[in-house]
T-cell receptor, first 111, second 120 residues
Framework: RKEVEQDPGPFNVPEGATVAFNCTYSNSASQSFFWYRQDCRKEPKLLMSVYSSGNEDGRFTAQLNRASQYISLLIRDSKLSDSATYLCVVNIPSGTYKYIFGTGTRLKVLA | GAVVSQHPSWVICKSGTSVKIECRSLDFQATTMFWYRQFPKQSLMLMATSNEGSKATYEQGVEKDKFLINHASLTLSTLTVTSAHPEDSSFYIC????????????????FGPGTRLTVL
């Protein structure tokens, strides 16, 4: 089983739609969780850290379910500019604070 | 947020040559930097963890003699791809972690813009 799993997509949605991504992780001792956004041929950029209580930033909402070992990202009112690959990242509990990346979920928002 | 730079942003070289990539944290000190590699349509794979003043820790399957890492200061880590071959062509990305736990309770990493290496 992969340490971090995501549905690669692509998710093709019309503008204005609501779309949700899930990500599962295998290490129950994982400490920190993030969603990164990566545009084609660019570096990942932090979208949101995922807090235990869940958090919201504008149209984006992230949730953490430790019991089931998954995190989710909800995007409301999708914009064309939201088209990108969304990477789920888990920080494993080691002295070096390593990130483990999921394979990413591709989102295409269509006009 | 914290800024990380990489140089060069892209490089084309002949097979057998060595290529050095620099990763700098511009406005913060980073005792730990990470080097990743990303092949087309794949996710980022951690190659090694670079610790200032000590040897790098390599992930399983990454040859330490081929990918030389030097973390000489709190703001600079370098990755040298020695005797590069076409299969080393990839997108190399570094990241840096802010040193203080209080300032970085979620262990956030900041990524450089990446270096695209093409070996002919």
């Amino acid at each position: 089983r992969k340490e971090v799993e995501q549905d690669p997509g692509p998710f093709n949605v019309p503008e204005g739609a609501t779309v949700a991504f899930n990500c599962t992780y295998s290490n129950s001792a994982s400490q920190s969780f993030f969603w990164y956004r990566q545009d084609c041929r660019k570096e990942p950029k932090l979208l949101m850290s995922v807090y235990s209580s869940g958090n919201e930033d504008g149209r984006f909402t992230a949730q953490l379910n430790r019991a089931s070992q998954y995190i989710s990202l909800l995007i409301r009112d999708s914009k064309l500019s939201d088209s990108a690959t969304y990477l789920c990242v888990v920080n494993i509990p080691s002295g070096t604070y390593k990130y483990i990346f999921g394979t990413g979920t591709r989102l295409k928002v269509l006009a | 947020g914290a800024v990380v730079s990489q140089h060069p942003s892209w490089v084309i070289c002949k097979s057998g040559t060595s290529v050095k990539i620099e990763c700098r944290s511009l406005d913060f000190q980073a005792t730990t930097m990470f080097w990743y590699r990303q092949f087309p349509k794949q996710s980022l794979m951690l190659m090694a963890t670079s610790n200032e003043g000590s040897k790098a820790t390599y992930e399983q399957g990454v040859e330490k003699d081929k990918f030389l890492i030097n973390h000489a200061s709190l703001t600079l880590s370098t990755l040298t791809v020695t005797s590069a071959h076409p299969e080393d062509s990839s997108f190399y990305i570094c990241s840096a972690r802010v040193s203080s736990g209080d300032r970085n309770p979620y262990n956030e990493q900041f990524f450089g813009p990446g270096t695209r290496l093409t070996v002919l």
